[in-house]
């Protein structure tokens, strides 16, 4: 829409009109062009290629998400059906894996790539029945079961790497199973208390 244009051509109006061109598009990925939109912009003006920004670049707000992740259960599933590809103790015995000095490689001994990983990993999951079947779910996955076992979101966070907390809070969920477990115990205590003052004597 754009590339035929001068930089100092390019208005706000045109920016708008880019923002409507991409509105089947995801937030993300509407900002990540007004992003590199903005950047080159701003870099002209550095090299004195503009003398002034010639119009306002305003992201698209993006609705705070979860991210997917793999319940107990369907991660069991998962590396239950992983086990016809991986059997890595068996497979390092059996030849002595002297082809590459990575663990993991392909049969020629060069590394994995990342297509090669994201496939076996697809494989897997669907063998397995689950929805959710990207690489980066197990990621959600580490974070969100060691948050449902009591793990604090302080140590969570520096396991996983996150900057910080509100990054750390996208991964930290709750299944389903744990929240109706959390309401069963609340429900024990609130029956135990309840009985607790009905028994308890009555005061004169």
């Known amino acids: 829409m754009l590339g035929a244009k001068r930089l100092d051509a390019i208005t706000s109006e045109a920016v708008q009109g880019l923002k409507q061109a991409l509105g089947q598009r995801a937030p993300k990925t509407v900002n990540n062009v007004l992003t590199v939109l903005n950047?080159?912009?701003?870099?002209?003006?550095?090299?004195?290629?503009?003398?002034?920004?010639?119009?306002?670049?305003?992201?698209?707000?993006?609705?705070k998400g979860s991210a997917s992740f793999h319940d107990f259960d369907e991660y069991e599933r998962l590396v239950e059906a992983a086990?016809?590809?991986?059997?890595?103790?068996?497979?390092?015995?059996?030849?002595?894996?002297?082809?590459?000095?990575?663990?993991?490689?392909?049969?020629?001994?060069?590394?994995?790539?990342?297509?090669?990983?994201?496939?076996?990993?697809?494989?897997a999951a669907r063998r397995a029945n689950l929805r959710n079947v990207g690489v980066h779910v197990l990621r959600h996955r580490f974070c969100s079961h060691l948050a449902m076992r009591g793990a604090g979101a302080r140590a969570i966070q520096e396991l996983a790497?996150?900057?910080?907390?509100?990054?750390?809070?996208?991964?930290?969920?709750?299944?389903?199973?744990?929240?109706?477990?959390?309401?069963?115990?609340?429900?024990?205590?609130?029956?135990?208390?309840?009985?607790?003052?009905?028994?308890?004597?009555?005061?004169?």
């Open 83 to 123: 086990k016809s590809d991986v059997n890595a103790a068996a497979t390092l015995r059996q030849h002595r894996h002297l082809r590459s000095n990575r663990v993991l490689c392909s049969s020629e001994g060069s590394p994995l790539t990342q297509r090669l990983v994201q496939g076996l990993v697809a494989r």
């Open 39 to 63: 950047k080159m912009l701003k870099t002209a003006l550095e090299w004195d290629v503009l003398d002034r920004m010639p119009c306002t670049i305003r992201l698209l707000p993006l609705p």
């Open 161 to 204: 790497g996150h900057r910080d907390l509100s990054t750390n809070q996208r991964y930290m969920h709750v299944s389903p199973a744990a929240v109706e477990n959390v309401i069963r115990l609340l429900d024990s205590t609130a029956v135990s208390t309840s009985m607790a003052t009905l028994n308890a004597p009555v005061a004169n």
